[in-house]
């Protein structure tokens, strides 16, 4: 059978995006051996790895915005307006620049998570293009635009962007996605542990009476105040990887320890983060309780509460008491909670796999035909 080459690309906004992309692309490889895939995106090699258990063909590069950070917490939504301005502007080169990466690259179909510049490219160079997410960047901006009319003309061009996509695969906890032309509801994209909770828990060196939490940020600017006071939690250990590094006694980084991510999630008795569509379908998965502080104004964040609420045992840790390491209460009341996950759906990743593998065969069916 003829190799197929698909480029793959994944916004550059958090981690959840690179992950459920990995899991999409290990699928599309063990469905077909046919499909090659390039990565287009700019997050570390070590997500890659950990997902795929090699490095695939890795083209860097940055084709949509997301959200400027001023740190894990807070959003630059002046600097993300002059980054988008920037982008709108340079459009038409960069939308050149693919096209040239396409025809030098030999790719017969992209699928993106969730950036919207690649669908132009794709409809300009004549191959299919794919979306896969639980928003578009659109939906996100538009609740921006309401405040601050700027925002309107890179609204509307993302649009149009969008309406150039042949099928947009629609994850759960959504927003409105309407803009694509043909959408498609797909199960949940999630990774399961391949050890049981008891197996990694000994890995990690917890007793049955030692409490477990997993601190999930890219990074944290914690004082030395804030930190004491989480140090004088003496129930339990709190784990944290790559790359967040903190400085504490009852800290240990997973990093050591021969875990994937997913393992390390399950075998917790509670995550404390920000609401991110990765971490959020992993503990949905694996009925992990959390502990969740605000992370700004971003209209994901209310529907990704609503299904932590009606899944999980969930606790609200307000920033303040958050950045002043004021977690004790918020931790003693998860452990009062219960609330076991009603089993969600997570072969999300095979079925989009299946989708993209059938969308493209048959478009390679008709060019071979010489229909148009």
Same mark, same amino acid.
Request: net charge negative; proline share 5%.
């Given at each position: 059978?003829?190799?197929?080459?698909?480029?793959?690309?994944?916004?550059?906004?958090?981690?959840?995006?690179?992950?459920?992309?990995?899991?999409?692309?290990?699928?599309?490889?063990?469905?077909?051996?046919?499909?090659?895939?390039?990565?287009?995106?700019?997050?570390?090699?070590?997500?890659?790895?950990?997902?795929?258990?090699?490095?695939?063909?890795?083209?860097?590069?940055?084709?949509?915005?997301?959200?400027?950070?001023?740190?894990?917490?807070?959003?630059?939504?002046?600097?993300?307006?002059?980054?988008?301005?920037?982008?709108?502007?340079?459009?038409?080169?960069?939308?050149?620049?693919?096209?040239?990466?396409?025809?030098?690259?030999?790719?017969?179909?992209?699928?993106? /998570?969730?950036?919207? $510049?690649? +669908? =132009?490219? @794709?409809? *300009?160079?004549?191959?299919?293009? %794919?979306?896969?997410?639980?928003?578009?960047?659109?939906?996100?901006?538009?609740?921006?635009?309401?405040?601050?009319?700027?925002?309107?003309?890179?609204?509307?061009?993302?649009?149009?962007?969008?309406?150039?996509?042949?099928?947009?695969?629609?994850?759960?906890?959504?927003?409105?996605?309407?803009?694509?032309?043909?959408?498609?509801?797909?199960?949940?994209?999630?990774?399961?542990?391949?050890?049981?909770?008891?197996?990694?828990?000994?890995?990690?060196?917890?007793?049955?009476?030692?409490?477990?939490?997993?601190?999930?940020?890219?990074?944290?600017?914690?004082?030395?105040?804030?930190?004491?006071?989480?140090?004088?939690?003496?129930?339990?250990?709190?784990?944290?990887?790559?790359?967040?590094?903190?400085?504490?006694?009852?800290?240990?980084?997973? /990093?050591?320890?021969? $875990?994937? +991510? =997913?393992? @390390?999630? *399950?075998?917790?008795?509670?995550? %404390?983060?920000?609401?991110?569509?990765?971490?959020?379908?992993?503990?949905?998965?694996?009925?992990?309780?959390?502990?969740?502080?605000?992370?700004?104004?971003?209209?994901?964040?209310?529907?990704?509460?609503?299904?932590?609420?009606?899944?999980?045992?969930?606790?609200?840790?307000?920033?303040?008491?958050?950045?002043?390491?004021?977690?004790?209460?918020?931790?003693?009341?998860?452990?009062?909670?219960?609330?076991?996950?009603?089993?969600?759906?997570?072969?999300?990743?095979?079925?989009?796999?299946?989708?993209?593998?059938?969308?493209?065969?048959?478009?390679?069916?008709?060019?071979?035909?010489?229909?148009?």
């Amino acid at each position: 059978m003829e190799t197929i080459t698909i480029a793959y690309y994944a916004t550059p906004h958090g981690f959840g995006h690179a992950v459920r992309a990995i899991e999409v692309i290990r699928h599309l490889l063990l469905a077909d051996p046919a499909i090659r895939v390039i990565l287009v995106s700019d997050f570390p090699d070590y997500l890659v790895e950990e997902g795929l258990g090699r490095l695939i063909p890795f083209r860097r590069r940055r084709v949509d915005v997301g959200l400027v950070q001023k740190d894990s917490l807070r959003f630059d939504l002046d600097a993300t307006l002059v980054e988008l301005m920037k982008l709108h502007r340079e459009s038409e080169v960069l939308t050149r620049e693919e096209m040239h990466f396409f025809q030098s690259r030999g790719v017969q179909a992209i699928v993106s /998570d969730v950036s919207y $510049l690649p +669908f =132009v490219a @794709a409809s *300009a160079y004549g191959i299919p293009s %794919i979306g896969i997410g639980n928003f578009t960047w659109d939906w996100i901006y538009e609740a921006y635009a309401g405040i601050d009319s700027r925002w309107l003309p890179v609204v509307e061009w993302i649009r149009e962007c969008y309406g150039k996509s042949d099928l947009f695969l629609q994850l759960p906890m959504h927003g409105d996605v309407s803009v694509c032309p043909r959408v498609e509801p797909v199960p949940l994209i999630a990774r399961r542990a391949a050890r049981d909770r008891e197996t990694v828990r000994k890995i990690l060196g917890c007793g049955p009476k030692t409490r477990a939490y997993m601190i999930y940020f890219v990074a944290l600017d914690l004082s030395a105040e804030a930190q004491r006071r989480i140090e004088s939690f003496e129930k339990g250990i709190f784990f944290y990887k790559r790359p967040l590094s903190l400085d504490l006694a009852n800290g240990r980084s997973l /990093d050591g320890f021969d $875990l994937s +991510f =997913v393992e @390390a999630v *399950a075998a917790m008795d509670g995550i %404390i983060t920000k609401p991110g569509y990765g971490i959020v379908s992993d503990c949905l998965v694996h009925g992990i309780p959390m502990i969740y502080t605000d992370r700004g104004h971003f209209p994901e964040v209310e529907i990704l509460v609503e299904a932590m609420k009606r899944h999980l045992a969930t606790v609200h840790l307000p920033s303040e008491e958050f950045a002043s390491g004021r977690w004790e209460a918020a931790i003693e009341r998860l452990g009062t909670l219960s609330h076991p996950s009603d089993g969600v759906r997570s072969d999300g990743a095979a079925v989009c796999a299946q989708r993209i593998i059938e969308l493209v065969r048959a478009k390679q069916g008709t060019r071979s035909r010489g229909l148009p």
